[in-house]
């Protein structure tokens, strides 16, 4: 699951929930991927060996492996920067969004007050889930898949009912 639960701490700041998108290529698959990627592209180069037509086409293959790499590098990039933190304590709730180009967006809440509400259907996406208190609602988790969110909204809803 791409979040993970923290257990409250010594400052008595309640319990924390860390939320961030699924990561499909680790480093060591973006590293198996570029040299695949360089080795296949390796592969015409061989049949125009001791030839001056490798200097030709060895630049376009540079430049194609460089390509990928950079797009692969900016992708992780812009999507380790999203997250979602959610604090539960006994007298506030609070999430925290950070965005992939730096941006911070809060809401806060009494726990009493808040309610947690899972859309199985006609919301942006499938099993949408919200907090609504304090006068907004706010989406939570819109980058889990489904079942993740389901699985939020269960583990969510056994929290606050803790909290109350």
């Known amino acids: 699951m791409p979040y993970q639960w923290f257990p409250p701490s010594e400052n008595g700041d309640g319990t924390r929930v860390v939320l961030w998108p699924h990561r499909s290529l680790p480093p060591t698959g973006f590293a198996a991927f570029i040299v695949i990627t360089a080795a296949l592209l390796a592969l015409p180069l061989l049949a125009v060996l001791g030839t001056p037509v490798v200097w030709a086409v060895l630049p376009f293959a540079v430049l194609a492996t460089g390509g990928v790499w950079v797009a692969l590098r900016r ?3 812009e ?3 999203l997250s979602e933190e959610l604090r539960l304590a006994r007298d506030r709730i609070e999430i925290v969004r950070r965005t992939p180009g730096g941006g911070r967006q809060d809401w806060a809440a009494n726990p ?3 309610r947690l509400t899972l859309h199985p259907s006609g919301g942006p996406v499938e099993n ?3 907090l609504r208190g304090g006068g907004r609602e706010v989406e939570l ?3 889990l898949s489904p079942q993740e969110r389901v699985a939020l909204h269960d583990a969510l ?3 606050l009912a803790q909290l109350r």
Do not use: D
Request: overall charge positive.
């Open 75 to 77: 992708n992780a990039a």
């Open 141 to 143: 988790g819109a980058f």
């Open 112 to 114: 009493h007050w808040v």
């Open 79 to 81: 999507a380790g920067g």
């Open 128 to 130: 949408y889930l919200t």
């Open 157 to 159: 809803a056994r929290a």
